[in-house]
C-alpha cells in the first residue's frame, strides 16, 4: 500500500496505527509516542469486555 497521501509527503511521519502487545510493552509504545510529541491517543476496545479493556489500558499507560 502507498501511504504516500497519509504521509503527506513528510519524511518524519510516525506510523502509530497499531499498539499491540502485554501490558508493559503497550507503556513503552505510549511512552515513545509521547516522547515524538503526540499529546492524544485514539483506543478502540475489542472483545466481549469492553470495560476491561479500558481498565488495562489504562492500567498500561500509568
Known sequence: MDDTATQGGDPTYDDVKTL????????RQLRG???????????????PDIA???????????
Open 20 to 27: 499491540v502487545g502485554e501490558a508493559d510493552k503497550i507503556a
Open 52 to 62: 476491561e479493556e479500558l481498565r488495562r489500558f489504562v492500567t498500561a499507560g500509568r
Open 33 to 47: 509516542v509521547a516522547e515524538r510529541g503526540y499529546g492524544e491517543i485514539i483506543y478502540t476496545p475489542g472483545g
